[in-house]
Structures are given as C-alpha cells and as structure tokens.
C-alpha cells in the first residue's frame, strides 16, 4: 500500500475543507435571501434548521477545523509563491479572500463571542439593530461592505468548485452532472448572492420600519428599541468584548495583510535572485532555476526536449531521467515515483522529471527520445497521445479456430466479413469507432460524447444490439454452413491515453492503457461465466442498468490488485430491456 505524498493529503485537505465551508456558505447565503420576505421567517429557519446542523458539535467541529485548515493553506501558498505570474482567477482566488477577511474576521470573532464565550443568542433582528443603530454614513458604509463580502467569498467559492468539478468530469468522468448540465449551476451561482444580498437591503428595510413602529406603540424611542434588542441577546458583560473587536481587526488585520505581502515579495525576489540551482544536461546545457522547481519545469525553461506524455502529472514515465551526479541530498522519490518505480522496474537512479524538485544543483539525462519519429502524426496530440476516458467494447468469437479448420478459407473469409460487417455497423451507428480487428476479436472505443454516461450507454446498446443480430446471422449460418458462432463481450471504461500509433502508414488512433486490458479481461470472463456479456458495475451504472435482474460479482483480474465488481449478462439482447 503507497503513502500519498504530502502535497498530495495537503491537496485533498485543502479541497475538503473548501468544499465543507462552500456548504456552510451555501446554507448561510440562503438563509440570508429569506429576509426578502421576512426577518421572522429568516430567523425561524435559521434556528430550527440551519443551527441545527451547523450547532451541533459535529458540524460546529468541521466547520471551524475546516476554516482553520483553509486559512492556514491558503496563507500559506501565498507565503511560499514562487513567482507573480498567475492566470486573472488567480488573482481573483488570492485577492477576494484576503479582502473579504476584513469583515469575515470581525463577523466570525462577534459571532463566537456572543453565542458561544457570552451565551448569547444571534438573529438576523440583532444584527439588522446594530446595523441600523448607527450613523447614516456608517449604515451605508456597513451595507456595502458586507454585500462586497459575500460577493467575494462566493466568487472565490464558486471559483474553487468550477475548476475542480470540471477537472473531475473531464480527467475523471466523476460529477460528469456537472457539465451536463452547466445552465442549473450558472443559475445556482447568481441566484445564492444576489438573493442574500437583497435579504440584507429588505432586512435592513423592514428592520427600520419595525423600529419606527415599536417606536409608537412602547412609547420610545428608535435608539431606544434596538438598545432593548441588544439586551435581549448579548449578555451586559459581552458589551465591551464585542465593541473592542472592530477596532482592534481593523488596526491589526492591514498590518497581518502588509507583513503577508512582503514576506511573498521577499520570498519571489529570493527565488529569482537567490537560492538557485543549475540543472545541467550532457549536451552541455544548463538551466538556472529556482530551488524547488523540478526537473521538467526546468527542460522547459531551458527549452530542452524533454518528453513528457502525461503532462508532468505522474501518470506515465515518458520524462524518466538519469541522474548523473548531483550536489548533496536529492529529495526522495515521492507517492507517484514510487508506483511508477515498482510498476516500470526503475533502476534507483532514475527518476520521474515530473516529480523530482531538487534542491540542490544536479547533472540529468533524459532517457526518452524526445524527437518523435512518427512522420504521419501531424498534431501534439497525435505525437504524444491524450489521457481521457474511454469506454472501451471487446467481441471475440468463440472457438473459430476450429470451425475456420472445418471451413474452406473463401468461406471463412465470407463469415468473418459478415460478422465485421454486423459489428461494424451497430458499432458506427451508436456512436463508436473500430479500434481494431484481432483475428475474430474485435475492439471498439466509444469516446464521442463528453458525457461518459452517453458513451457507456452507447456501448451497452451496441451489445445489446449485436447479440440481436447475431442471432439473425446465425440462423442464414446454420441454413448455409451448418455452424453458428457464438461469441463473448466485455465493456469496461476508464482513463486511457488516446493517440496515434503505428509505423510509416500503419498508424491509427488508438487506445491504451490497464483500462483497455481491464476490457478485454472481461471479455474472456464470459467464457468462465458462460454468458455473453461482462460489464464493470462502473459502465452498468452510468448506463443505468437495472442490475436487479443480473448477477453482480466481484471478480480478480489479472494485473489488479483489488477485485473488480462485474455485471454478467447471459443474453446480451434483451438488455436494452434494463435500462432504466
Ligand atoms: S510526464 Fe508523465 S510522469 Fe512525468
């Protein structure tokens, strides 16, 4: 079993807890746009519903563990950049939430004070008081902030959440709901803060006309009214506590913000000018860089070939180098190297480009031919294959070996074709593309649509479509040849690297990669199951098949270290019956 590597877990922690407090903030914003219609009902759902979750000690402990490990990494990777050139949402990402925090931090520390130092209680009435309570100027000043607030939290929120929900669907196929139906989330992203922004001015609103009202009716005054509110929820002795806490953030916080900027300049102009290492090559070439910046970033730099399929994220081992010699410590292998290692069989000495940042200077050599020699392959893509998901289909014809020897070859020639031609056609007309012929196997890929479901459904209905006219086939078989064929399917999907491959003319696009094989590996179970269809619950669940009426097993398959689950199907042409 691997350790992940640290900036792995920090990774996963970082998403974590920016995906806990984007459901807070979801909830909160929500709530907020209720005082459209009334602070009463606003306040009713805040403290049967929304405290209910968020006041308990479980969600009160990820809630605050999570802004805590979000503040803290956050801060953190902005005091260790290396550089200022960043895309604009980067910008946006590192800006918002440090301006923002200007207010976030006073609302958060009145909130814990009040509610869990003091036992006091906070509704949308005490705050709309203290709102309104002070001067005009201020009042107005306060509204905006706080609108510019939850505009900047919500766009670095929804930042966040777009780039990983899409990175998952399009290098995943997980949350593929997400692009399929980009309009609901567009409309989710605009309606949650306007509508909390408008919950404020109408709070505000309604806030200063109950005041004027009460005002009548108890005989006192407005100043008067929303003192007896602070009364009723902060107790007398959390009064000074409270009152201190905007001053001192807005004292302090610029400061705290000033000593992040220049502690980030310092470290940006110390990894530019100082603390560099020479990463050399034995051409003769040599690439200052930065400590910390690897190997491949560094061929880059330089502009040295360097070959680097996946795109230097650990998943091939195509940037492989020799390391020649190097000064000190070089850093050890990390979570991907060391899978990468113990699957290729790399010597010690080599190294993934990708992943070794080295700290200190060091002498490589690329092992991969970087000049590709492929002169039919016109784009990158082409030269260097792209990683996606595919949904791969196998067919292969049972014992044909030994019907081929009872057959002249003409013969044989003219069943194969008719067997092509069946699988072909059903194949194009859903929507995939022949792979290969292998003998009397038959590999397919289905990649057209965006959407993995749609592929995986594709590839079902072509087995279901193929075992059908199969049937058809082998009863003109048994009338001319006396012989029918019977066959086995598998269908697996998941991360290839799709490219072309070949030699001279020879050169197709084609599929690669342990799903592939996984693929095939079901196709021969169906001898082992006498059926004619194996599919990974993965592809039966995004095709949504109603498994209720086939056998689910957990399989081994060679190659894999954990059992696959595997839908069998013993008669593949009814299946289109099961989709659900
Ligand atoms: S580029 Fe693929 S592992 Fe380094």
Redo the contacts with the bound molecule.
């Keep these: 079993m691997f350790k992940e590597d640290f900036s792995t877990i920090i990774r996963k922690i970082r998403i974590l807890s920016g995906v806990i407090l984007f459901a807070y903030v979801i909830m909160h914003l929500s709530n907020h746009s209720l005082n459209i219609f009334s602070i009463e009902l606003a306040d009713n759902v805040r403290e049967n519903y929304f405290a209910v979750i968020w006041q308990h000690p479980v969600g009160l402990v990820l809630l605050y563990s999570s802004l805590f490990a979000h503040l803290i990494l956050g801060f953190s990777s902005v005091l260790t950049r290396k550089s200022f050139k960043m895309s604009f949402k980067d910008w946006v990402q590192i800006i918002f939430p440090i301006l923002a925090l200007l207010f976030l931090a006073q609302h958060i520390a009145a909130s814990f004070i009040i509610t869990k130092v003091f036992g006091g209680s906070e509704t949308y009435s005490l705050i709309f008081a203290a709102i309104s309570s002070s001067e005009t100027s201020k009042m107005i000043m306060d509204a905006i902030f706080y609108s510019l607030m939850i505009i900047f939290i919500w766009t670095h929120g929804v930042i966040g959440l777009d780039a990983y929900l899409k990175q998952q669907a399009v290098h995943h196929g997980k949350y593929s709901f997400y692009i399929s139906y980009p309009s609901i989330f567009k409309f989710i992203y605009w309606i949650v803060p306007t509508g909390a922004v408008f919950g404020w001015i109408f709070g505000l609103r309604e806030m200063s006309f109950i005041a004027q009202i009460k005002s009548y009716e108890i005989a006192t005054t407005v100043p008067m009214y929303f003192q007896s509110i602070f009364m009723k929820h902060i107790p007398m002795e959390a009064f000074p506590v409270v009152m201190a806490i905007e001053p001192i953030v807005r004292k302090y916080y610029p400061l705290f913000v000033l000593f992040v900027v220049v502690v980030c300049v310092l470290n940006v102009v110390r990894a530019r000018f100082f603390g560099r290492i020479i990463v050399s090559y034995p051409g003769g070439e040599s690439v200052s860089v930065p400590k910390g910046t690897s190997v491949?970033e560094a061929s880059r730099i330089g502009k040295i070939p360097h070959q680097?399929?996946?795109?230097?994220?650990?998943?091939?081992?195509?940037?492989r180098i020799k390391v020649l010699s190097h000064e000190g410590e070089i850093p050890k292998p990390n979570f991907h190297e060391i899978k990468a290692i113990e699957r290729v069989g790399l010597d010690d000495n080599v190294r993934?480009?990708?992943?070794l940042k080295p700290t200190n200077s060091i002498t490589v050599l690329p092992l991969l031919n970087p000049e590709n020699q492929l002169e039919t392959a016109r784009s990158a893509r082409a030269l260097t294959g792209k990683e996606q998901e595919t949904v791969i289909l196998f067919v292969d014809l049972r014992d044909f070996t030994k019907l081929s020897e009872k057959k002249l070859p003409y013969d044989v020639v003219y069943i194969l074709n008719k067997y092509y031609a069946v699988c072909g056609e059903i194949i194009e007309k859903n929507g995939g593309r022949l792979d290969k012929f292998i003998g009397d196997g038959i590999m397919a890929i289905f990649d057209a649509s965006d959407f993995s479901s749609e592929n995986c459904s594709n590839a079902v209905n072509s087995a279901s479509e193929i075992s059908k006219n199969m049937k058809t086939l082998n009863s003109e078989m048994r009338v001319d040849f006396s012989e029918e064929m019977r066959f086995g399917m598998g269908i697996h999907a998941g991360s290839t690297i799709v490219g072309l491959m070949g030699y001279g003319k020879t050169v197709t696009e084609t599929a690669v990669g342990d799903n592939v094989n996984i693929a095939s590996r079901l196709e021969e179970l169906t001898k082992t199951y006498k059926c004619e269809l194996v599919i990974s619950k993965y592809v039966a669940d995004k095709a949504n098949i109603n498994k209720e009426n086939y056998d689910l097993k957990a399989v081994d398959i060679r190659g894999r270290k954990e059992k696959l689950e595997v839908v069998t199907i013993e008669d593949a042409s009814d299946l289109s019956l099961a989709l659900v």
């Design positions: 491949l680097s399929i996946c795109g230097g994220r650990g998943r091939c081992t195509t940037c993934l480009a990708c992943q």
